[in-house]
Protein backbone atom coordinates (compact mmCIF):
# COMPACT_ATOMS: atom_id res chain seq x y z
CA UNK A 1 0.00 0.00 0.00
CA UNK A 2 2.47 2.97 -1.53
CA UNK A 3 -0.18 5.34 -0.87
CA UNK A 4 -0.83 4.29 2.85
CA UNK A 5 2.78 5.06 3.12
CA UNK A 6 2.98 8.24 0.96
CA UNK A 7 0.36 9.46 3.39
CA UNK A 8 1.99 8.72 6.92
CA UNK A 9 5.04 10.73 4.87
CA UNK A 10 3.13 13.29 4.16
CA UNK A 11 1.98 13.64 7.71
CA UNK A 12 5.32 14.56 8.61
CA UNK A 13 5.19 17.74 6.55
CA UNK A 14 1.86 18.55 8.40
CA UNK A 15 2.46 21.74 11.18
CA UNK A 16 1.43 19.15 13.59
CA UNK A 17 4.25 17.09 12.00
CA UNK A 18 6.08 16.70 15.63
CA UNK A 19 3.42 14.77 17.18
CA UNK A 20 2.34 12.62 14.18
CA UNK A 21 5.67 11.58 12.82
CA UNK A 22 5.31 8.95 10.45
CA UNK A 23 4.28 5.65 12.51
CA UNK A 24 6.07 1.93 10.84
CA UNK A 25 3.48 -0.03 11.54
CA UNK A 26 4.20 -2.57 8.65
CA UNK A 27 6.89 -4.17 10.93
CA UNK A 28 4.94 -7.36 11.49
CA UNK A 29 7.81 -9.86 12.19
CA UNK A 30 7.51 -9.61 16.12
CA UNK A 31 4.12 -9.53 16.22
CA UNK A 32 2.32 -12.87 16.52
CA UNK A 33 -1.12 -13.13 13.97
CA UNK A 34 -3.86 -14.43 17.16
CA UNK A 35 -6.86 -16.75 14.94
CA UNK A 36 -7.49 -19.24 12.51
CA UNK A 37 -5.37 -19.76 9.25
CA UNK A 38 -6.47 -16.70 6.79
CA UNK A 39 -6.16 -20.10 3.78
CA UNK A 40 -8.91 -18.58 1.83
CA UNK A 41 -9.76 -15.42 3.35
CA UNK A 42 -9.20 -12.12 1.47
CA UNK A 43 -5.05 -11.19 2.30
CA UNK A 44 -4.76 -8.83 5.63
CA UNK A 45 -3.02 -5.49 4.30
CA UNK A 46 -0.01 -5.75 7.06
CA UNK A 47 -0.20 -1.27 6.74
CA UNK A 48 -3.65 -1.99 8.68
CA UNK A 49 -1.98 -4.21 11.20
CA UNK A 50 -2.38 -1.41 14.72
CA UNK A 51 -2.12 -4.22 17.02
CA UNK A 52 1.51 -3.97 17.71
CA UNK A 53 1.34 0.15 19.41
CA UNK A 54 0.97 -0.26 23.02
CA UNK A 55 0.46 2.42 25.78
CA UNK A 56 3.36 3.05 27.54
CA UNK A 57 2.65 6.49 29.77
CA UNK A 58 0.28 7.90 30.79
CA UNK A 59 0.27 11.88 32.50
CA UNK A 60 -1.54 14.57 33.83
CA UNK A 61 -0.04 17.88 32.48
CA UNK A 62 -1.39 20.89 34.51
CA UNK A 63 -1.07 24.13 32.53
CA UNK A 64 -3.50 27.83 32.46
CA UNK A 65 -2.11 29.92 29.83
CA UNK A 66 -5.46 32.11 30.47
CA UNK A 67 -5.72 31.96 33.56
CA UNK A 68 -7.99 28.68 34.11
CA UNK A 69 -6.58 25.58 35.61
CA UNK A 70 -6.64 23.16 32.80
CA UNK A 71 -6.10 19.25 33.29
CA UNK A 72 -4.57 17.84 29.61
CA UNK A 73 -4.46 14.25 29.81
CA UNK A 74 -1.12 12.73 27.38
CA UNK A 75 -0.52 9.25 26.63
CA UNK A 76 2.61 8.08 25.68
CA UNK A 77 3.07 5.20 23.18
CA UNK A 78 5.86 2.61 22.16
CA UNK A 79 6.25 4.38 18.85
CA UNK A 80 8.50 6.98 18.71
CA UNK A 81 6.43 10.50 18.09
CA UNK A 82 3.07 8.53 18.37
CA UNK A 83 1.14 10.42 21.69
CA UNK A 84 -2.68 11.34 21.74
CA UNK A 85 -3.98 14.60 24.10
CA UNK A 86 -7.54 14.38 25.98
CA UNK A 87 -9.06 17.03 28.13
CA UNK A 88 -9.89 16.52 32.01
CA UNK A 89 -9.99 19.99 33.62
CA UNK A 90 -12.21 19.78 36.71
CA UNK A 91 -11.02 23.15 37.50
CA UNK A 92 -12.18 23.07 40.96
CA UNK A 93 -10.09 19.67 41.65
CA UNK A 94 -7.64 19.97 39.51
CA UNK A 95 -4.77 18.13 41.21
CA UNK A 96 -7.07 15.58 42.42
CA UNK A 97 -7.86 14.63 38.74
CA UNK A 98 -4.20 14.51 38.22
CA UNK A 99 -3.85 12.43 41.18
CA UNK A 100 -6.29 9.74 39.20
CA UNK A 101 -4.05 10.05 35.95
CA UNK A 102 -0.54 9.82 37.25
CA UNK A 103 -1.36 7.36 40.55
CA UNK A 104 -4.14 4.77 38.94
CA UNK A 105 -4.74 5.03 35.32
CA UNK A 106 -1.20 5.26 34.47
CA UNK A 107 -0.10 1.73 35.51
CA UNK A 108 -3.62 0.63 34.56
CA UNK A 109 -2.83 1.26 30.83
CA UNK A 110 0.78 0.36 30.62
CA UNK A 111 1.20 -2.19 27.85
CA UNK A 112 -2.53 -2.77 26.95
CA UNK A 113 -3.33 -2.12 23.06
CA UNK A 114 -3.85 1.50 22.03
CA UNK A 115 -6.13 0.12 19.47
CA UNK A 116 -8.70 -0.79 21.76
CA UNK A 117 -10.66 2.28 23.14
CA UNK A 118 -13.52 0.48 23.91
CA UNK A 119 -11.88 -2.25 26.01
CA UNK A 120 -9.96 0.72 28.04
CA UNK A 121 -13.19 2.78 28.68
CA UNK A 122 -15.01 -0.44 29.80
CA UNK A 123 -12.35 -1.77 31.85
CA UNK A 124 -10.52 1.65 32.97
CA UNK A 125 -14.75 2.29 33.97
CA UNK A 126 -15.12 -0.17 36.63
CA UNK A 127 -10.75 -0.40 37.57
CA UNK A 128 -12.33 1.61 40.43
CA UNK A 129 -15.19 -0.16 41.47
CA UNK A 130 -16.92 2.75 42.59
CA UNK A 131 -17.32 4.63 39.00
CA UNK A 132 -19.99 7.62 37.73
CA UNK A 133 -18.47 10.39 39.85
CA UNK A 134 -16.51 13.26 38.71
CA UNK A 135 -12.70 13.27 39.47
CA UNK A 136 -12.88 9.90 37.59
CA UNK A 137 -15.18 10.55 34.60
CA UNK A 138 -12.67 13.53 34.05
CA UNK A 139 -9.42 11.45 34.31
CA UNK A 140 -11.34 8.73 31.98
CA UNK A 141 -12.21 11.55 29.82
CA UNK A 142 -8.88 12.67 29.04
CA UNK A 143 -7.65 8.90 28.16
CA UNK A 144 -10.43 8.19 26.10
CA UNK A 145 -10.01 11.64 23.80
CA UNK A 146 -6.32 10.88 23.71
CA UNK A 147 -6.97 7.27 22.03
CA UNK A 148 -9.15 8.42 19.49
CA UNK A 149 -6.83 11.39 19.11
CA UNK A 150 -4.05 8.35 18.44
CA UNK A 151 -6.55 6.16 16.45
CA UNK A 152 -7.04 9.35 14.12
CA UNK A 153 -3.22 9.77 14.25
CA UNK A 154 -2.87 6.11 13.19
CA UNK A 155 -5.15 5.78 10.28
CA UNK A 156 -4.29 9.53 8.79
CA UNK A 157 -7.68 11.11 9.40
CA UNK A 158 -9.20 13.64 11.70
CA UNK A 159 -11.64 11.85 14.50
CA UNK A 160 -14.48 13.11 12.72
CA UNK A 161 -14.22 10.79 9.79
CA UNK A 162 -13.33 7.94 12.23
CA UNK A 163 -17.47 8.82 13.74
CA UNK A 164 -18.64 8.46 10.23
CA UNK A 165 -17.51 11.93 8.22
CA UNK A 166 -19.03 15.16 7.89
CA UNK A 167 -22.89 16.09 8.12
CA UNK A 168 -22.17 20.05 8.26
CA UNK A 169 -19.09 21.68 6.90
CA UNK A 170 -18.67 23.64 10.51
CA UNK A 171 -20.08 23.53 13.98
CA UNK A 172 -22.35 26.36 14.74
CA UNK A 173 -22.12 28.22 17.94
CA UNK A 174 -23.27 29.97 20.25
CA UNK A 175 -21.44 33.05 22.82
CA UNK A 176 -22.82 34.47 25.72
CA UNK A 177 -23.21 37.78 26.52
CA UNK A 178 -23.76 39.66 29.67
CA UNK A 179 -24.35 42.64 31.51
CA UNK A 180 -25.32 44.68 34.91
CA UNK A 181 -28.23 45.98 33.50
CA UNK A 182 -30.49 44.62 30.26
CA UNK A 183 -29.07 47.97 28.16
CA UNK A 184 -25.90 47.06 28.99
CA UNK A 185 -26.34 43.36 27.96
CA UNK A 186 -27.93 44.37 24.61
CA UNK A 187 -24.57 46.69 23.97
CA UNK A 188 -22.64 43.17 24.19
CA UNK A 189 -25.30 41.57 21.55
CA UNK A 190 -24.52 43.82 19.22
CA UNK A 191 -20.70 43.52 19.46
CA UNK A 192 -21.12 39.79 18.92
CA UNK A 193 -23.29 40.01 16.31
CA UNK A 194 -21.18 41.91 14.37
CA UNK A 195 -18.61 39.36 14.82
CA UNK A 196 -21.09 37.08 12.72
CA UNK A 197 -22.81 35.21 15.81
CA UNK A 198 -26.21 34.20 14.84
CA UNK A 199 -27.15 32.74 18.56
CA UNK A 200 -26.44 34.69 21.44
CA UNK A 201 -26.80 34.00 24.86
CA UNK A 202 -28.02 36.39 26.80
CA UNK A 203 -27.51 36.82 30.77
CA UNK A 204 -27.94 39.55 33.43
CA UNK A 205 -25.59 40.40 36.23
CA UNK A 206 -23.22 38.05 37.33
CA UNK A 207 -22.96 34.33 38.25
CA UNK A 208 -26.00 34.32 40.54
CA UNK A 209 -27.40 37.68 39.76
CA UNK A 210 -25.85 39.00 42.91
CA UNK A 211 -26.53 42.83 41.64
CA UNK A 212 -30.12 42.49 41.95
CA UNK A 213 -29.71 42.00 45.73
CA UNK A 214 -26.08 43.80 46.87
CA UNK A 215 -26.64 44.15 50.56
CA UNK A 216 -28.64 40.70 51.45
CA UNK A 217 -29.28 40.67 55.29
CA UNK A 218 -27.55 37.54 55.61
CA UNK A 219 -24.62 39.56 54.94
CA UNK A 220 -25.30 42.46 57.53
CA UNK A 221 -25.45 39.51 60.16
CA UNK A 222 -21.98 38.24 59.37
CA UNK A 223 -23.52 35.13 58.11
CA UNK A 224 -21.56 33.16 55.15
CA UNK A 225 -18.70 34.76 53.16
CA UNK A 226 -18.08 38.07 52.40
CA UNK A 227 -17.82 36.35 48.64
CA UNK A 228 -20.96 34.74 48.44
CA UNK A 229 -23.44 35.85 45.84
CA UNK A 230 -27.33 36.25 46.44
CA UNK A 231 -30.04 35.02 44.72
CA UNK A 232 -33.32 37.25 44.47
CA UNK A 233 -35.39 35.49 42.80
CA UNK A 234 -38.22 37.55 41.82
CA UNK A 235 -36.09 40.35 41.04
CA UNK A 236 -33.40 38.07 38.80
CA UNK A 237 -37.26 37.00 36.79
CA UNK A 238 -38.21 40.71 35.92
CA UNK A 239 -34.86 41.29 34.86
CA UNK A 240 -34.37 38.33 32.30
CA UNK A 241 -38.46 39.01 31.02
CA UNK A 242 -36.94 42.67 30.43
CA UNK A 243 -33.74 41.43 28.82
CA UNK A 244 -35.78 39.36 26.42
CA UNK A 245 -38.08 41.64 25.78
CA UNK A 246 -35.16 44.46 24.72
CA UNK A 247 -33.36 41.84 22.88
CA UNK A 248 -36.48 41.12 20.41
CA UNK A 249 -37.37 44.45 20.51
CA UNK A 250 -33.70 45.93 19.63
CA UNK A 251 -32.74 42.99 17.21
CA UNK A 252 -36.00 41.81 15.79
CA UNK A 253 -36.87 38.24 14.55
CA UNK A 254 -33.80 37.13 12.93
CA UNK A 255 -31.63 36.06 15.52
CA UNK A 256 -31.75 33.33 18.30
CA UNK A 257 -31.40 33.96 22.05
CA UNK A 258 -30.64 31.40 24.35
CA UNK A 259 -30.05 32.19 28.47
CA UNK A 260 -29.02 29.77 31.28
CA UNK A 261 -31.03 29.89 34.42
CA UNK A 262 -28.42 27.91 36.28
CA UNK A 263 -30.52 26.01 38.19
CA UNK A 264 -31.48 28.76 41.11
CA UNK A 265 -35.13 29.20 41.57
CA UNK A 266 -37.05 26.72 43.26
CA UNK A 267 -39.45 24.67 40.86
CA UNK A 268 -42.42 26.93 40.92
CA UNK A 269 -40.56 30.15 39.72
CA UNK A 270 -38.52 28.29 36.97
CA UNK A 271 -42.08 27.74 35.27
CA UNK A 272 -43.70 30.58 35.59
CA UNK A 273 -40.29 32.37 34.26
CA UNK A 274 -40.26 29.75 31.08
CA UNK A 275 -44.13 30.36 30.44
CA UNK A 276 -43.68 34.58 30.35
CA UNK A 277 -40.43 33.86 28.24
CA UNK A 278 -42.62 32.03 25.51
CA UNK A 279 -43.87 35.04 23.60
CA UNK A 280 -39.89 35.84 22.99
CA UNK A 281 -39.58 32.90 21.55
CA UNK A 282 -36.13 31.38 23.25
CA UNK A 283 -33.58 29.00 20.97
CA UNK A 284 -33.64 27.42 24.21
CA UNK A 285 -33.40 28.38 28.12
CA UNK A 286 -30.58 26.40 29.89
CA UNK A 287 -30.49 24.54 33.29
CA UNK A 288 -34.26 25.34 34.91
CA UNK A 289 -33.66 22.80 37.26
CA UNK A 290 -31.03 21.09 39.74
CA UNK A 291 -30.20 17.51 38.84
CA UNK A 292 -31.96 16.95 42.33
CA UNK A 293 -34.93 18.17 40.93
CA UNK A 294 -35.95 16.14 37.67
CA UNK A 295 -39.26 15.14 38.95
CA UNK A 296 -40.20 18.87 37.70
CA UNK A 297 -39.41 18.33 34.09
CA UNK A 298 -42.98 16.66 33.58
CA UNK A 299 -44.95 19.51 34.73
CA UNK A 300 -43.03 21.61 32.84
CA UNK A 301 -43.07 19.96 30.06
CA UNK A 302 -47.22 20.26 29.92
CA UNK A 303 -47.19 24.29 30.82
CA UNK A 304 -45.08 25.47 27.94
CA UNK A 305 -43.41 24.80 24.50
CA UNK A 306 -40.36 26.64 25.17
CA UNK A 307 -36.88 24.19 23.90
CA UNK A 308 -35.10 22.94 27.33
CA UNK A 309 -31.30 22.04 27.50
CA UNK A 310 -30.27 20.18 30.43
CA UNK A 311 -27.36 18.33 31.41
CA UNK A 312 -23.91 19.54 32.09
CA UNK A 313 -24.23 18.41 35.57
CA UNK A 314 -24.89 15.04 34.90
CA UNK A 315 -22.17 12.06 35.88
CA UNK A 316 -24.36 9.01 35.39
CA UNK A 317 -26.10 7.43 32.84
CA UNK A 318 -28.93 7.32 34.82
CA UNK A 319 -29.73 10.40 34.78
CA UNK A 320 -30.33 10.99 31.18
CA UNK A 321 -31.28 7.76 29.93
CA UNK A 322 -35.05 7.98 31.28
CA UNK A 323 -35.09 11.49 30.30
CA UNK A 324 -34.52 11.51 27.32
CA UNK A 325 -36.59 8.44 26.18
CA UNK A 326 -39.53 10.87 27.98
CA UNK A 327 -37.94 13.96 25.77
CA UNK A 328 -38.28 15.88 28.82
CA UNK A 329 -35.69 18.15 27.24
CA UNK A 330 -34.74 18.88 23.67
CA UNK A 331 -30.87 19.52 23.70
CA UNK A 332 -28.65 17.36 25.91
CA UNK A 333 -26.00 19.42 27.13
CA UNK A 334 -23.37 16.69 29.11
CA UNK A 335 -20.03 17.77 29.66
CA UNK A 336 -17.84 15.35 27.32
CA UNK A 337 -14.59 16.10 29.29
CA UNK A 338 -16.90 14.68 32.36
CA UNK A 339 -18.87 12.37 31.37
CA UNK A 340 -16.11 9.71 29.66
CA UNK A 341 -14.93 11.67 27.12
CA UNK A 342 -15.53 10.53 22.84
CA UNK A 343 -16.74 7.02 23.42
CA UNK A 344 -20.12 7.50 25.65
CA UNK A 345 -20.52 10.71 24.14
CA UNK A 346 -21.31 9.82 20.65
CA UNK A 347 -24.05 6.58 22.53
CA UNK A 348 -25.62 9.84 24.22
CA UNK A 349 -25.89 11.47 20.68
CA UNK A 350 -26.90 8.31 19.06
CA UNK A 351 -29.75 7.92 21.85
CA UNK A 352 -30.78 11.44 21.19
CA UNK A 353 -30.68 10.42 17.30
CA UNK A 354 -34.03 8.10 18.14
CA UNK A 355 -35.92 10.80 20.18
CA UNK A 356 -35.41 13.61 18.52
CA UNK A 357 -32.82 15.59 21.47
CA UNK A 358 -30.59 16.89 20.01
CA UNK A 359 -27.05 18.27 21.24
CA UNK A 360 -25.28 21.05 22.70
CA UNK A 361 -22.41 20.16 24.44
CA UNK A 362 -21.59 22.20 27.66
CA UNK A 363 -18.42 24.11 26.23
CA UNK A 364 -17.29 27.11 29.20
CA UNK A 365 -13.46 28.51 29.43
CA UNK A 366 -13.19 25.36 32.05
CA UNK A 367 -12.85 22.93 28.93
CA UNK A 368 -9.67 23.08 27.25
CA UNK A 369 -8.93 23.91 24.04
CA UNK A 370 -8.42 20.10 23.62
CA UNK A 371 -11.90 19.10 24.79
CA UNK A 372 -13.47 22.12 22.16
CA UNK A 373 -11.31 20.03 19.72
CA UNK A 374 -13.55 16.52 21.12
CA UNK A 375 -16.50 18.07 21.16
CA UNK A 376 -16.23 19.60 17.69
CA UNK A 377 -15.04 16.25 15.76
CA UNK A 378 -18.44 14.88 17.05
CA UNK A 379 -20.85 17.66 16.26
CA UNK A 380 -18.85 17.54 12.58
CA UNK A 381 -20.39 13.93 12.70
CA UNK A 382 -23.47 13.57 14.40
CA UNK A 383 -27.32 13.71 12.64
CA UNK A 384 -29.07 15.35 15.27
CA UNK A 385 -26.09 18.35 16.59
CA UNK A 386 -28.15 21.44 17.54
CA UNK A 387 -25.36 23.74 18.61
CA UNK A 388 -22.26 24.12 20.50
CA UNK A 389 -21.12 26.48 22.75
CA UNK A 390 -18.24 28.07 21.95
CA UNK A 391 -14.85 29.81 22.52
CA UNK A 392 -12.19 31.62 21.57
CA UNK A 393 -8.59 31.94 22.93
CA UNK A 394 -5.74 34.28 23.25
CA UNK A 395 -2.60 33.73 21.12
CA UNK A 396 -0.62 32.65 24.43
CA UNK A 397 -3.12 29.72 23.94
CA UNK A 398 -2.85 29.09 20.86
CA UNK A 399 1.13 28.79 21.42
CA UNK A 400 0.69 26.16 24.18
CA UNK A 401 -1.91 24.14 21.98
CA UNK A 402 -0.87 24.44 18.44
CA UNK A 403 -3.80 23.25 15.88
CA UNK A 404 -6.47 24.71 18.52
CA UNK A 405 -10.46 25.10 17.02
CA UNK A 406 -11.13 28.51 15.58
CA UNK A 407 -14.17 30.52 15.07
CA UNK A 408 -14.90 32.01 12.08
CA UNK A 409 -18.11 34.32 11.67
CA UNK A 410 -20.12 32.37 14.44
CA UNK A 411 -18.47 28.79 12.85
CA UNK A 412 -16.37 26.69 14.78
CA UNK A 413 -13.17 24.77 12.25
CA UNK A 414 -11.17 21.99 13.44
CA UNK A 415 -7.80 21.59 11.98
CA UNK A 416 -7.70 19.06 9.66
CA UNK A 417 -4.75 17.34 10.61
CA UNK A 418 -5.04 13.52 12.25
CA UNK A 419 -6.13 12.94 15.10
CA UNK A 420 -8.09 15.73 17.28
CA UNK A 421 -5.86 18.13 15.61
CA UNK A 422 -4.44 19.82 17.97
CA UNK A 423 -1.42 19.26 20.80
CA UNK A 424 0.02 20.64 23.57
CA UNK A 425 3.77 22.07 23.82
CA UNK A 426 4.74 20.89 26.64
CA UNK A 427 7.81 23.91 27.66
CA UNK A 428 5.44 26.36 27.20
CA UNK A 429 2.99 24.74 28.84
CA UNK A 430 4.77 24.82 32.17
CA UNK A 431 5.26 28.45 31.69
CA UNK A 432 2.03 28.96 32.74
CA UNK A 433 1.22 27.16 36.63
CA UNK A 434 -1.76 26.67 37.93
CA UNK A 435 -2.87 30.20 39.21
CA UNK A 436 -4.44 29.09 42.19
CA UNK A 437 -4.63 25.34 43.49
CA UNK A 438 -7.60 26.89 45.82
CA UNK A 439 -10.07 27.87 43.55
CA UNK A 440 -13.20 27.83 44.74
CA UNK A 441 -16.65 27.44 43.25
CA UNK A 442 -19.06 30.50 44.29
CA UNK A 443 -21.49 29.91 46.92
CA UNK A 444 -24.80 31.35 46.12
CA UNK A 445 -27.13 32.10 48.98
CA UNK A 446 -31.11 33.17 49.78
CA UNK A 447 -31.77 36.61 51.70
CA UNK A 448 -31.41 34.81 54.91
CA UNK A 449 -28.42 32.65 54.10
CA UNK A 450 -29.62 29.72 53.08
CA UNK A 451 -27.50 28.02 50.10
CA UNK A 452 -28.54 27.67 46.76
CA UNK A 453 -27.88 24.85 44.80
CA UNK A 454 -26.44 25.20 41.31
MG1 LIG B 1 -25.45 25.92 32.27
Not at 209 to 224: C, N, R
Request: with cysteine; proline share 7%.
Amino acid sequence: MNNRRELLKAMALLPLAACTRAVDINDTTDSPQPGPSPAGWLPVDKDLNLQKVKIKKVKAILTAPYGIELVIVKVETDQPGLHGIGCATFRQRALTVASAVDDYLDDFCRDKDVSNIEDIWQTAYVSSYWRNGPVLNNALSGLDQALWDIKGKMAGMPVYQLLGGKTRFAVDTYTSASGRTPEACMDNVANFREQGYRHIRIQLGGYGATHLSEHPPYKDHGFGHPDDNTMDPQAYKRGIVELFRLARKKFGDGIEFLHDMHERLEPMDAIDLIKKLEEYRPFFIEDPFSPENMGWFKMLRQQSSVPIAMGELFNNPHEWIEPMSQRMYDFIRIHISQIGGITPAMKVARLGEWFNVRTAWHGPRDTSPVGHAANAHIDLAIWNFGIQEGKSWNDLTHEVFPGAPKIENGYLFVNEAPGLGIDIDEEKAKKYSLPNYNYKWTQVRKADGTPVRP
